[in-house]
């Protein structure tokens, strides 16, 4: 025929390659297509909710199948991790003391064990559990969820082992990794109330005591004293202590000790350094110094968490 011909939905009408070229774009807000069009979003508003959502970003940073027994536990001290878990209970028997109350891990079930939540764990026989490890940004790198005074341990929901086992069998795929990455903005979204007025508070703090905060980033050291981050701020130490509890929940020593403890125990964690370089590393005079400020963060000392950890297989 001479023509390249376009077939339109079910094949009712053919047009040639030109026509098609000719035609105009239609505007599928036109108030012919619609009766009632009223706009809720639109891209470029302004710091709105869906643009608060946008720069939310949740990164799994493992995922694991763990079979444990008596030796999962605490042994009576606190603990926690400076990582947000999700445990996906397979069976056993397992739970938390906090507070005095006893939080049960039950099968078939999805728990949030935020970051920097320390609790005593008890398993009397054995225990298993799919978990991931996560953190909740908003800024690179910082974690808006740890300063959410509020955060517990809470149940996400029921869950099935079988369908989950089917879908994150190794290898892993990517639609897989994103349908995982998609469930845990959902259960986020549903365990945290007023996401908004969280990160709202995050944004305006770390603006607020931006040149403090740089500080703190850029010298995790023991050595750093609090005057120096006041005088950063332009502010005398008692105004700035008081101010800076009222937005972040916790005095600015608290909080730089937790920044400092995430970091050394990512090194204690995840590298073979020896824990005088550690220590050294991060300004502390010596290793009974450093053994003493770790055992007070984490509940027991740098080497023994190190050796749980590796035991574990965590």
Not at 11 to 20: I, N, P, R, T, Y
Not at 201 to 217: I, K, P, Q, S, Y
Not at 260 to 281: F, K, P, Q, W, Y
Request: hydrophobic share 40%; aromatic share 12%; net charge neutral.
């Amino acid at each position: 025929m001479g023509q390249n011909l376009v077939r339109f939905a079910h094949g009712v009408e053919l047009k040639s390659q030109d026509e098609v070229s000719n035609m105009k774009s239609s505007d599928s807000k036109h108030p012919i297509i619609y009766r009632q069009n009223s706009p809720i979003f639109t891209e470029g508003e302004g710091c709105t909710p869906m643009a608060l959502a946008a720069r939310l970003h949740f990164p799994i940073v493992e995922f694991h199948h763990a079979l444990v027994g008596p030796e999962w536990g605490s042994e009576g001290r606190l603990e926690s991790d400076y990582l947000h878990h999700v445990n996906l209970v397979v069976g056993g028997e397992a739970w938390l003391w906090r507070g005095g109350k006893r939080f049960d891990l039950k099968p078939g079930f999805a728990y949030l064990l935020p970051g920097n939540l320390p609790a005593r764990r008890e398993c009397p026989e054995y225990y298993e559990t799919f978990y991931l490890k996560f953190r909740c940004e908003w800024f690179a790198g910082v974690d808006f969820l740890l300063d959410w005074p509020e955060r517990e341990h809470c149940v996400l929901g029921p869950w099935d082992p079988q369908e989950w086992r089917a879908e994150w069998s190794e290898p892993l795929t990517v639609n897989a990794c994103m349908r995982m990455q998609a469930q845990l903005v959902r259960w986020i979204a549903e365990a945290v109330p007023d996401l908004g007025a969280i990160v709202r508070r995050h944004v305006d703090g770390h603006a607020r005591f931006e040149a403090a905060l740089g500080l703190m980033d850029a010298r995790l050291d023991a050595r750093l004293r609090m005057s120096e981050v006041a005088a950063a701020q332009g502010v005398g130490v008692h105004a700035f202590s008081m101010a800076f509890r009222r937005v972040f929940g916790l005095s600015p020593k608290a909080y730089f000790n937790r920044k400092l403890n995430e970091a050394i125990l990512r090194r204690v964690t995840d590298t073979d350094v020896s824990m005088s370089r550690i220590g050294e590393h991060f300004g502390f005079s010596d290793e009974y110094y450093f053994n003493r400020f770790f055992t007070k963060m984490n509940g027991l000392s740098p080497l023994r968490y190190r050796k749980r950890k590796q035991s574990r297989g965590e």
